[in-house]
């Protein structure tokens, strides 16, 4: 049979089924919005179905940039939900900043997501993540989702909102806008704390020309002095400023706690607080030896106490040096004499 189809007849047939298929595609940005809109901070959460419907199953180049924040609740770990926080303001800023009639198109470029690993792990495995935080950037020509190239390098995920808006404006041609980070404090608390120290202002001044503040009281001092030398030899300080989280979930067995991590590269807060506490046991047995124990008049109760005083402080240094020697791998041995080696 002759082919009388003639080449206008096939143009305009060609036309009609693009414009069919167009039609019967989901506007997956205009999905996107609404998914945007109805998260409070403007992180989309994505699953292991909205994975292959935004990312797998679209055709390149995609219409939008994804950039994705990969999490772990499991984890229990304060740095990774306080770098989380970080990311969630970068999303507000870049929807107030882009948001309106002129620069709508450019927020429809862009959107901010969020994956995480304890209930969406296939999408873990698609992009390969090795460790946390991590974040991607899934332009609209990528098809490798393991491509490295659109990851922030290791060095860089230093866990603030600047870092996360200088990774988008430098890989994409997207401008963020300044950050817009929520006040600490409220009006009406501001108000509030003025009034109060106002009305309490001539109270206290009273108390602090007549001396009967907390200041000068001794114990308070001595109180402070331990609490402030626990602090610094248990690294307290330090682990509320980076987050260090007390324990975290065996990663083997979710149902088990870990509190001693092997390994120098990472330290949970139970054992800075562990090597705090023994720390404190023999610095208190010594100040208590030296101020209190010598004004004891029993000779025999003196020596009692002091044995029971150099024991407890033996048994805490050597509890000491075995955890430094399993946790960093190196043997501390130069306080034991030669011959007992």
């Known amino acids: 049979m002759a082919d009388h189809t003639t080449l206008p007849h096939r143009f305009f047939l060609s036309i009609s089924l693009l414009s069919i298929l167009a039609g019967s595609q989901p506007d997956l940005t205009k999905e996107l919005v609404s998914l945007r809109s109805s998260s409070e901070s403007g992180v989309i959460r994505l699953n292991d179905d909205t994975v292959t419907k935004f ?5 390149t180049p995609r219409p939008y940039s994804l950039i994705i924040f990969f999490n772990s609740a ?52 698609l992009f390969g993540i090795q460790f946390l935080p991590q974040i991607c950037l899934v332009n609209p020509l990528m098809e490798n989702l393991q491509d490295k190239t659109g990851r922030m390098e290791e060095e860089d995920v230093d866990g603030t909102a600047e870092s996360v808006l200088e990774f988008i404006e430098s890989r994409t041609n997207l401008t963020v806008g300044p950050l817009r980070r929520p006040p600490l404090l409220s009006k009406t608390q501001i108000s509030v704390i003025a009034a109060l120290i106002a009305i309490s202002a001539p109270f206290l001044i009273k ?28 690294g307290t300080m330090h682990n509320i400023i980076k987050g260090v989280p007390m324990f975290v979930r065996d990663h083997q067995d979710s149902n088990k706690l870990v509190f001693f991590y092997e390994g120098a590269n990472f330290q949970l807060g139970a054992e800075g607080l562990s090597f705090g506490l023994l720390y404190n046991v023999v610095r208190l047995l010594l100040a208590y030896v030296s101020n209190a124990l010598v004004r004891v008049r029993n000779v025999s109760e003196q020596r009692v106490v002091m044995m029971l005083a150099m024991v407890v402080s033996l048994l805490a240094v050597k509890k000491v040096v075995y955890l430094n020697n399993w946790k960093t791998g190196y043997q501390i041995q130069t306080y034991w004499p030669s011959s007992w080696h």
């Open 207 to 234: 108390k602090v020309l007549n001396g009967e503040t907390i200041f000068n009281n001794n114990r308070v001092w001595l109180y402070g002095v331990v609490l402030v030398y626990f602090f610094s030899v248990s």
């Open 74 to 125: 499991d984890l229990n770990s304060n740095p990774l939900q306080e770098f989380l926080s970080e990311f969630t303001f970068v999303s507000a800023s870049f929807i107030a900043n882009n948001n309106n009639n002129n620069r709508s198109d450019v927020a429809n470029k862009l959107f901010f997501c969020e994956i995480d690993e304890s209930s969406d792990s296939e999408s873990f495995g």
């Open 55 to 59: 990312i797998t199953s679209v055709a």
